[in-house]
């Protein structure tokens, strides 16, 4: 339901109401990557084709990566006045930006740097990979552009036509991925051509949907500022949260790189892809959280009520997880969905169990995120984000020794890893420096009480 914007006190009711749809927008997000690798798993080499796109995705995640936190900040901007035509401006720029230099390592021999020295692949999964990267070449841009309007839709508490969009681009990435299984020889570039036309259908259609006459106080029209000050402004504000969504997708390239340096490359990332592809997707109705820190809490009394619901929806996840892991469960499911030898579904279910942790540590690391956000302290989320990103790395290189040849329980072990140790500096900090400015109740209806930590 989209949401009228007011300071009422926050009920389990409204809570439900503007999150439901933002959960239903997850869960379709991270649908994707179990459609594909489902899709990829009937491939005739489905080893070569999952980790071909699994370092092609992972690599152009990182591109894109930066372009996802437009959709926070243009609510945040929004929220607190500011014009919409210069974010807009801002993020469509570094998302072009960011497109050509994903093609350059698709058609030129950066790619040969990057996928061959960087990452370390080679043969058929370096084929495969860069064929991929190549037709991925479109995603950044489109980022962008549904970033900014979804946040322009998010300050506006209108947050069904999101679900809508993005359960369209699941329904076209679905039949894409399926006529182009069945029709073609298949290969990693099925995914990358799915993904790419999903995403393009999501973004016109977020783009097109008007803010409605109950979005914020402060007018959203396209109104003219200085280019140069609008610009760094945003860039101030905006750059720890690119560099922590940076540093977050990442990690899996992190451990795909580390993976293709064990025995057995292909079998290792490709046991890892399937694993995360449906551990995140069973997590993802915590995946929103950020945006209920943002939009929902001004106040203490706020946040004490928000800890409590986002904490019962993260254990109800949990215990799914944890019963989806169960030998007779898992076997039937994992089965089921892919089409894979006895093998590499042991060792995807064998990692599985190791998830039960993420709905717990994701959805804390999300609240917090936006908590930090609404308060102006961006910077705490970057620190958070390094700290994680290093443990990751530390965590998956001295395990490549004696857990090399079971890589998906190695990639998630050390994506967990990271979570609680980036858990315990945004506890610490919020503890520290933000319970201490929150104000116990929120303001009166009608006022706006964001400190964005940035001048003008």
Not at 113 to 137: C, H, K, M, P, Q
Not at 254 to 266: E, M
Not at 439 to 455: L, Y
Request: aromatic fraction near 8%; hydrophobic fraction near 50%.
């Amino acid at each position: 339901m989209d949401e009228p914007r007011g300071s009422s006190p926050l009920t389990l009711n409204r809570f439900a109401r503007f999150y439901a749809p933002l959960a239903a927008t997850s869960l379709l997000l991270t649908l994707t990557n179990p459609l594909l690798t489902s899709a990829l798993s009937r491939n005739v080499n489905p080893a070569i084709a999952l980790a071909g796109f699994g370092v092609a995705f992972s690599l152009c995640g990182v591109l894109y990566s930066p372009l996802l936190v437009g959709q926070t900040v243009a609510a945040t901007r929004l929220l607190s006045g500011r014009p919409f035509g210069p974010i807009q401006s801002f993020w469509l720029r570094i998302g072009a930006l960011l497109s050509l230099l994903t093609l350059a390592i698709g058609v030129t021999r950066v790619g040969d740097w990057v996928l061959g020295g960087v990452i370390g692949v080679s043969g058929d999964i370096f084929d495969e990979a860069r064929l991929a990267i190549a037709l991925l070449a479109p995603v950044p841009l489109l980022t962008a552009a549904r970033a900014v309007h979804q946040g322009r839709l998010v300050a506006g508490h209108r947050t069904n036509p999101i679900a809508f969009a993005t359960g369209a681009r699941t329904a076209v990435l679905a039949a894409v991925a399926a006529v182009l299984t069945l029709s073609a020889a298949g290969g990693a570039w099925v995914g990358a051509a799915a993904f790419t036309l999903g995403l393009l259908v999501e973004t016109v259609l977020v783009a097109c949907t008007r803010t409605g006459v109950d979005g914020p106080v402060h007018p959203v029209a396209a109104e003219e500022g200085t280019p140069g000050v609008s610009d760094d402004r945003l860039l101030r504000f905006s750059t720890p949260l690119m560099v922590n969504t940076l540093l977050w997708w990442s990690t899996p390239l992190l451990i795909n790189s580390v993976l293709a340096r064990s025995p057995f490359p292909a079998e290792a990332i490709a046991a890892f892809v399937v694993v995360e592809a449906v551990a995140w997707f069973l997590t993802s109705p915590v995946g929103q959280f950020q945006h209920v820190g943002v939009a929902l809490v001004d106040c203490k009394r706020n946040h004490r009520a928000v800890q409590g619901w986002t904490l019962a929806l993260a254990t109800g996840v949990a215990l799914v997880i944890g019963l989806i892991s169960t030998p007779p469960v898992r076997r039937v499911v994992l089965g089921a969905v892919f089409g894979l030898d006895p093998g590499l579904l042991a060792d995807i279910g064998a990692a599985l169990p190791f998830a039960v942790a993420y709905p717990w540590l994701y959805g804390h690391r999300q609240y917090y995120q936006g908590l930090f956000t609404r308060c102006g302290r961006s910077d705490a989320v970057g620190w958070g984000a390094a700290l994680r990103v290093l443990t990751v790395l530390g965590v998956a290189v001295a395990g490549l020794g004696p857990f090399g040849d079971s890589g998906a329980t190695l990639g998630v072990v050390a994506a967990g890893a990271g979570l609680v140790v980036e858990g315990v500096l945004l506890e610490r900090v919020a503890r520290t420096q933000i319970m201490t400015v929150l104000p116990e109740s929120g303001p009166a209806r009608g006022e706006v009480q964001i400190d964005e930590g940035v001048t003008g």
